[in-house]
């Protein structure tokens, strides 16, 4: 009781604080120290909740509409911090931007003179290069990306650089091969995208059995998930919706 005691009263003491430092009304506090758990929890569901919410919507939606609205901002900011101090990290932060809105030359290029040096098998800059190759259909280059990757980087686990790999081999008809890393990928892989692309080339291959059991297994799965995950996965979800009709 003694240390429950101590516990309640350490809550008190935080949400009175809490009150006036954030100048909300007098009462709250007089709330929180006379009626301490009542006080506590109406604080928590009627002030510290809403305002939680709040600001994490708030910074979403700004970032959002910054977005909308200026949608170069980030690439400007980027191009500015180079040029101010060429750094690895600045030409890590453009390419990734020059990726995002699909300048994939650029971000190749600034990928490739990045990998020097000391950085020269870069897991970091590997990837990114890689991700810019796929993007640009050059599955060669790619696969070649990121064999230097693995082979380097030996300790370097990495769900998207294995995706890519994936990917490269199956575009490159490689399809036994591609099939062992999907299928290697889909034992671990947080998203669907791995599951379902391995249960496509399972249905290009003929293996329509296996591949429905694939489609059915994502559906599964995507019943139980949350609003975040669908939202993440509802690509290949509706893909295996389709396969499964």
Same mark, same amino acid.
């Given at each position: 009781?003694?240390?429950?005691? =101590?516990?309640?009263?350490?809550?008190?003491?935080?949400?009175?604080?809490?009150?006036?430092r954030h100048g909300h009304p007098i009462f709250w506090v007089f709330l929180i120290i006379f009626?301490?758990?009542?006080?506590?929890?109406?604080?928590?569901?009627?002030?510290?909740?809403?305002?939680?919410?709040?600001?994490?919507?708030?910074?979403?939606?700004?970032?959002?509409?910054?977005?909308?609205?200026? +949608?170069?901002?980030?690439?400007?900011?980027?191009?500015?911090?180079?040029?101010?101090?060429?750094?690895?990290?600045?030409?890590?932060?453009?390419?990734?931007?020059?990726?995002?809105?699909?300048?994939?030359?650029?971000? =190749?290029?600034?990928? #490739?003179?990045?990998?020097?040096?000391?950085?020269?098998?870069? +897991?970091?800059?590997?990837?990114?290069?890689?991700?810019?190759?796929?993007?640009?259909?050059?599955?060669?280059?790619?696969?070649?990306?990121?064999?230097?990757?693995?082979?380097?980087?030996?300790?370097?686990?990495?769900?998207?650089?294995?995706?890519?790999?994936?990917?490269?081999?199956?575009?490159?008809?490689?399809?036994?091969?591609?099939?062992?890393?999907?299928?290697?990928?889909?034992?671990?892989?947080?998203?669907?995208?791995?599951?379902?692309?391995?249960?496509?080339?399972?249905?290009?291959?003929?293996?329509?059995? #296996?591949?429905?059991?694939?489609?059915?297994? =994502?559906?599964?799965?995507?019943?139980?998930?949350?609003?975040?995950?669908?939202?993440?996965?509802?690509?290949?979800?509706?893909?295996?919706?389709? #396969?499964?009709?």
């Open positions: 009781m003694e240390i429950a005691g =101590i516990f309640m009263l350490l809550i008190q003491i935080g949400f009175a604080v809490h009150a006036i009626l301490p758990l009542l006080g506590c929890i109406l604080y928590s569901v009627m002030v510290l909740l809403p305002e939680v919410i709040q600001s994490r919507t708030a910074r979403q939606g700004s970032k959002a509409l910054l977005r909308t609205l200026d +949608p170069q901002k980030e690439l400007r900011k980027r191009r500015e911090a180079l040029e101010v101090s060429d750094t690895i990290g600045n030409r890590s932060a453009l390419a990734h931007e020059y990726l995002r809105h699909g300048m994939l030359d650029e971000a =190749i290029e600034l990928y #490739e003179s990045s990998l020097t040096g000391m950085y020269r098998a870069d +897991p970091d800059l590997l990837l990114g290069l890689a991700k810019a190759l796929v993007e640009a259909n050059n599955f060669g280059r790619a696969r070649e990306t990121l064999e230097m990757l693995f082979g380097a980087n030996p300790e370097f686990e990495n769900q998207e650089a294995h995706l890519l790999y994936a990917r490269s081999l199956e575009a490159l008809g490689e399809l036994d091969r591609a099939l062992d890393e999907y299928r290697a990928l889909a034992k671990y892989s947080a998203g669907a995208e791995a599951k379902c692309r391995h249960a496509l080339l399972l249905k290009r291959m003929g293996k329509t059995s #296996e591949a429905r059991a694939l489609f059915e297994d =994502i559906l599964k799965d995507a019943k139980i998930a949350s609003r975040h995950s669908h939202r993440l996965n509802k690509e290949w979800v509706d893909i295996a919706k389709r #396969e499964v009709a």
